[in-house]
């Protein structure tokens, strides 16, 4: 135990901070953890509606993504692989049915092309700095500055822009065209590959991965605690709630990017925090809805050309008289908590719904302890911030997905930025770094 009090405290419990606490109280260090809500997890949400388990936030797991999987077989968590076989497949405008085996072939054709020859520029996934000067012309690009370059006909681009407005969660022209990159380049380059990593789910979902976490993690957690003050002060830092002080020797910062504005630093961020946090990283308008829904339907997979309202939606579950819709909305123009709404626009989409028998939803965007849905950097973000925000300054060392080197945006980028601010704490506290 240090002089101040704790030797470390993490700020933020989702996986990223969770994961930094369990490894430093793992190496002996008297560790607490700070999480605004009264439910660990952060960005994911395990919950149930109408005695189905659904997730609210991120929900996939893969065996390609090599820290999360670590950690499924350490607590000997099972998974589940999800179904995507579908009896059509739902695209347009308006809306209509399609094979979807030939429509599955044709988006991907086009995604292959809109990733094109990239691999020179990002050789190393998990170091995607390494050729940034090969890189740094991609990462000026905008998604709608390479769908302009392929020029491709009025019913292509509207098949292809529908899965990038589900990626950016904003207009195409305020999102990233790296982010993409990176994920392909960390499947292999492989199309097939990058979609798997959206069919997998632990058992008993993301809740019981973070409960393993934290029972093994043997360290301290104030939840309904949100911080609004971290003050360093010579060798120690005070971090203040509204109902409490906690001081320690170092702090891991372990709240998204865009939450940091909401935090009164003392001395304040750096220019490069301040700068990627004002431009905003995570995606503004990603929100997640659940629908239950009877009718002849089958089992439909819909990708609606962007900028149409809940534009990607599918087939989740079936049962004897109803089935589970997921539904992932990148639009302002709905309001997911508006269960009248959702219902109207699901059965415009999809007429053949005869009832909405119930929405459950979250906006991740006007989440004020997330102020956005998973990462997608906007253009010039990753060569122009990534290598200052992840590194420590004085006592405090930065956390979470956004600000991952390999799956950022992902569980498995949360659980390696943990590791990484984890490994960065230690050194502050021995007196290295």
């Known amino acids: 135990m240090s002089a101040t009090g704790y030797d470390a405290i993490v700020v933020g419990g989702g996986f990223a901070g969770v994961t930094a606490a369990r490894e430093l109280a793992g190496r002996g260090r008297r560790t607490l953890l700070l999480e605004a809500r009264d439910r660990l997890g952060g960005r994911t949400w395990t919950t149930e509606m109408e005695g189905a388990t659904i997730e609210l936030g991120g929900g996939w797991i893969h065996w390609r993504e090599p820290h999360v999987w670590a950690e499924v077989t350490r607590y000997g968590i099972g998974v589940v692989e999800d179904d995507w076989k579908f009896d059509a497949a739902i695209g347009g405008a308006p809306a209509s049915r399609h094979d979807p085996q030939a429509s599955f072939a044709r988006v991907k054709e086009l995604f292959e092309r809109f990733v094109g020859a990239s691999r020179e520029a990002l050789p190393h996934p998990y170091d995607p700095l390494l050729r940034a000067d090969r890189l740094a012309a991609l990462d000026r690009l905008s998604m709608q500055d390479r769908l302009d370059q392929l020029d491709l006909p009025k019913e292509d681009e509207a098949w292809l822009s529908g899965l990038l407005f589900e990626i950016a969660g904003s207009s195409l022209a305020g999102a990233g065209l790296v982010p993409v990159l990176r994920w392909l380049a960390l499947s292999d380059w492989n199309v097939d590959h990058w979609y798997d990593t959206n069919k997998v789910r632990p058992v008993g979902g993301m809740a019981a991965l973070v409960e393993a976490m934290c029972e093994d993690g043997g360290f301290e957690v104030a939840s309904s ?73 089958g089992r439909i997979f819909g990708q609606l050309p962007a900028p149409a309202p809940l534009n990607f939606f599918w087939t989740y579950e079936m049962s004897a008289d109803s089935q589970l819709i997921i539904g992932i909305n990148a639009s302002p123009e709905l309001d997911v908590s508006d269960e009248e709404s959702v219902a109207r ?72 930025s943990g590791i990484r601010a984890a490994r960065d704490c230690r050194l502050i506290l021995e007196g290295r770094a």
Do not use: M
Not at 239 to 246: F, G, L, P, V, W
């Open 345 to 416: 626009l699901i059965r415009s989409y999809v007429p053949e719904i005869e009832e909405v028998v119930g929405v459950r939803g979250h906006a991740w965007g006007s989440d004020p302890y997330a102020r956005g849905g998973n990462t997608c950097h906007r253009p010039g973000q990753l060569t122009k911030y990534l290598a200052d925000l992840q590194r420590p300054r004085g006592r405090l060392t930065f956390a979470g997905a956004d600000i991952a080197s390999g799956w950022a945006g992902y569980v498995d980028g949360a659980i390696e």
């Open 225 to 297: 605690s949100p911080v609004r003050a971290v003050v360093v002060d010579g060798d120690a830092v005070r971090i203040e709630t509204d109902a409490d002080a906690y001081d320690a020797s170092a702090v891991v910062v372990a709240v998204p990017v865009n939450v940091w504005p909401t935090i009164e630093f003392t001395p304040g961020l750096p220019e490069s925090h301040l700068a990627a946090a004002a431009e905003g990283i995570g995606k503004p308008h990603q929100d997640k809805v659940w629908i239950r829904a009877r009718g002849e339907i």
